[in-house]
């Protein structure tokens, strides 16, 4: 209760202390990150099997708890304390300690994306319910942004529970109020969903998959719907830059599909944080309020 209370009552300490088991979640972010759409991939190859009545490859169990992780290349098991998120990389210089191929540096990274943004969501909402709320929300965009750059994946057993849980919390109105929250859910999905299909209609081609529709459901069951507009704009905006950027500068195909939940991610946590404060800009700078 002593630890409670010096958090509560030491803005600092608090942001410290979030910060740090931002780092720490950060690191089991990139087992979620790697393992989560393998398990999905043998889920898959399994059903398949069993509908064409052929038997299952027995393979080693994988959970997102087991086995320990080790490194690819000479299985070597990684310890706790070569598991420290970013020290560990740095003291290692990058390297597996045993046969010294270099480390992904996309490992410390999220680490410490996780941990800066647990820093700012504590500065921003400071020691209550609605930060602890924003850390989820926070966690999960940054695991769903990663898993779709690597798979163009949004799996549903994040998307899904995430929906339920933004509405969980606004039963409570820790974001919005349960109509807003509602409402945003549904408004959500069927904005995607039409864009989806009258784009499918005008070119025979699909834009989008429908992990973005959930997630964009997600976001609105967290914020409510007043902030859908501000979401799509936002996203739309930065994936039209890194799309025409990639397509110059790294002459990227125009039919190799770019991953829309990042952006959807990004935006939503900008509104999370801002989202209310845009609006209302916006609304000032259009004389509308």
Same mark, same amino acid.
């Given at each position: ?10 803005? #600092? ?25 393998? @398990?999905?991939?043998?889920?898959? !190859? ?7 009545? %052929?038997?299952? !490859? ?17 299985? &070597? ?9 970013? =020290?560990? $990389? ?29 820093? @700012? ?29 690597? &798979?163009?994946?949004? #799996? ?10 933004? =509405? ?17 859910? @549904?408004?959500? $999905? ?6 989806? &299909?009258?784009? %499918?209609?005008?070119?025979? %081609?699909?834009?989008?998959? $429908? ?17 859908? #507009? ?17 397509? =110059?500068?790294?002459? &990227? ?9 990042p952006y959807l991610a990004a935006a939503g ?21």
């Amino acid at each position: 209760m002593q630890l409670i209370d010096l958090l509560q009552h030491s803005a #600092p300490l608090f942001i410290t202390f979030t910060t740090i088991v931002g780092l720490l979640v950060g690191s089991f972010l990139n087992v979620v990150i790697y393992r989560l759409p393998v @398990i999905m991939e043998r889920e898959w !190859q399994t059903q398949c099997d069993e509908l064409n009545g %052929k038997e299952t !490859q027995a393979l080693e169990v994988l959970t997102l708890s087991k086995p320990r992780s080790r490194c690819p290349q000479c299985n &070597h098991a990684i310890t706790a304390v070569e598991n420290i998120p970013v =020290i560990s $990389y740095l003291i290692l210089a990058g390297k597996c300690k045993q046969c010294k191929i270099p480390i992904s540096k996309r490992y410390p990274i999220i680490e410490a994306l996780a941990g800066a943004l647990s820093g @700012i969501v504590a500065w921003q909402f400071g020691f209550d319910w609605a930060c602890m709320g924003a850390l989820l929300l926070t966690w999960s965009l940054i695991a769903l942004t990663f898993i779709d750059v690597d &798979h163009q994946l949004l #799996p549903d057993s994040i998307t899904l529970p995430l929906l339920w849980l933004g =509405i969980f919390f606004n039963l409570f109105a820790v974001y919005t109020d349960l109509q807003a929250s509602v409402i945003g859910a @549904i408004a959500g $999905y069927l904005s995607l969903w039409l864009v989806f &299909h009258a784009f %499918k209609l005008a070119t025979g %081609k699909e834009g989008m998959g $429908y992990g973005d529709f959930k997630l964009l459901a997600a976001l609105g069951a967290w914020l409510g719907w007043s902030l859908l #507009p501000s979401i799509i704009l936002l996203s739309s905006l930065v994936g039209a830059v890194v799309g025409i950027s990639l397509m =110059i500068f790294r002459q &990227h195909q125009s039919d190799i599909p770019i991953p829309f939940g990042p952006y959807l991610a990004a935006a939503g946590w900008i509104a999370l944080l801002w989202g209310n404060t845009i609006n209302n800009g916006y609304l000032n700078w259009a004389g509308i309020s």
